[in-house]
Structure formats: structure tokens, C-alpha cells
């Protein structure tokens, strides 16, 4: 069964902390892999990852795709209170996409 | 450049009633997906529009359908409304099926 599994579920940190994300898939016919962040509203938009080993920076968040061990992850730097939210990670393939459950991510001042 | 925009933002309906809601997308995106978001669910994907075609479709009973116009607006419809209905519905558009997309506030549909 096609399936995105992310976890930890939930991670408490304090600020400036690293953290890392991981978001597992086992689907065919994959197309992409994308993360998101959630607070109280819509998702907005981190990364789209399509190929292995490319690393994808925005300020003090990267991520990263490896498509033969079927998983991607979501490292955040130096956190912020900022930074608590809800983080989905998303794979598209054939014509689905799914969503993980999302990792909720606290930190702590 | 405005952002995508939903209407209505919330609506609250009967069971066995429908319901339209309407999504514009960012100006010169011609992808717009939708989305059911539920505490117990999570974010699901309903079925994605490019072009005015249905490009591609989640796991949901045909008592959900949509369409797009050309100018990218698109549409979802419900009928036949169920209790289970009661969700966040978010759309999001991309430039293309391919590409990142970004998410409007959602409409927050109540059934009773």
C-alpha cells in the first residue's frame, strides 16, 4: 500500500537547537516530494524535491531527497520560537498525492 | 502578486444538502488542486485541474467533483452532503503539476 510516514510526531527543542525531520515513502511511480510548514492557517510552501542528493537551502532550513532508500528529511538551524508548526511532508506519484500526518515541532524560548 | 484566494470562507450546510465552493489562483498559475483537511484525516488530496482538465484524483467518492474555467478559477462541489463532509477545504495552485504549490486560506465547511 502506498504510504508517507513522517516522523518523530512530535519534537520539543529549545531555541537555537538543530533539528531533523524525516519523511519516509513507499509509492511507484514516483514524482515528487514536498514539505510544508503548518501553523494555525494554511500550509505554506518549504521545498520541492524531484532528485536525489540535491540539497534544497532556504536561510536556516534544507532538505534533501534520496530516492533509493526512499526518504527525505528537513533540517532546521539555530531554532526559532518562530519556527513551532506543524511540518508536512508530501509525495506525488501516478496521479495521487499524499500527505504525511506531519511532525509537530515546538520550541521552547 | 495576490495570493490564492477562496470563497466562501466559511459556510455551514445541511446533511443531503451541496455546496460549491470557489477558488482563484496566483495570477499566471494554470494548476489548482484541492485538498480535504480533518483532524482525524489529515491532508488529503481531492483531484488536481490543469488546464481545464483533470490532471489527477485522490481516493474520494464521486459526490466530489470540480471543474476548472479558463481562466484557472476553479470549482468544488459536494452533493449529497454527509456529517463526514465537515472539513477544512484548501486549494492551492502552481504554475504547473510540477511545480511547488501554494496554498489559499481555505474554506471551513460545517455540516449539520
Known amino acids: 500500500e502506498d504510504k508517507v510516514v513522517q516522523s518523530p510526531l512530535s519534537l520539543v527543542v529549545h531555541e537555537g537547537d538543530t533539528v531533523t525531520l524525516n519523511c519516509s515513502y513507499e509509492v511507484t511511480n514516483f514524482r515528487s516530494l514536498l514539505w510544508y510548514k503548518q501553523e494555525k492557517k494554511a500550509p505554506t510552501f518549504l521545498f520541492m524535491l524531484t532528485s536525489s542528493g540535491i540539497e534544497k537551502k532556504s536561510g536556516r532550513l534544507s532538505s534533501i531527497l534520496d530516492k533509493k532508500e526512499l526518504f527525505s528529511i528537513l533540517n532546521i538551524t539555530a531554532t526559532q520560537t518562530g519556527d513551532s508548526a506543524v511540518y508536512l511532508c508530501?509525495?506525488?506519484?501516478?496521479?495521487?498525492?499524499?500527505f504525511g500526518a506531519g511532525t509537530r515541532l515546538t520550541v521552547k524560548p | 502578486k495576490a495570493g490564492v484566494t477562496q470563497t466562501p470562507r466559511y459556510l455551514i450546510k445541511t446533511r443531503g444538502q451541496q455546496v460549491t465552493l470557489s477558488c482563484s489562483p496566483i495570477?499566471?498559475?494554470?494548476?489548482v488542486s484541492w485538498y480535504q483537511q480533518t483532524p482525524g484525516q489529515g491532508l488529503q488530496f481531492l483531484f488536481e485541474y490543469f488546464s481545464e482538465t483533470q490532471r489527477n484524483k485522490g481516493n474520494f467518492p464521486g459526490r466530489f467533483s470540480g471543474r476548472q474555467f479558463s481562466n484557472s478559477r476553479s470549482e468544488m462541489n459536494v452533493s449529497t452532503l454527509e456529517l463526514g463532509d465537515s472539513a477544512l477545504y484548501l486549494c492551492a495552485s502552481s504554475l504547473n503539476s510540477d511545480s511547488g504549490k501554494y496554498f489559499g486560506p481555505g474554506t471551513r465547511l460545517t455540516v449539520t
Open positions: 508530501a509525495v506525488g506519484w501516478g496521479n495521487d498525492m499524499r
Open positions: 495570477s499566471g498559475h494554470r494548476s
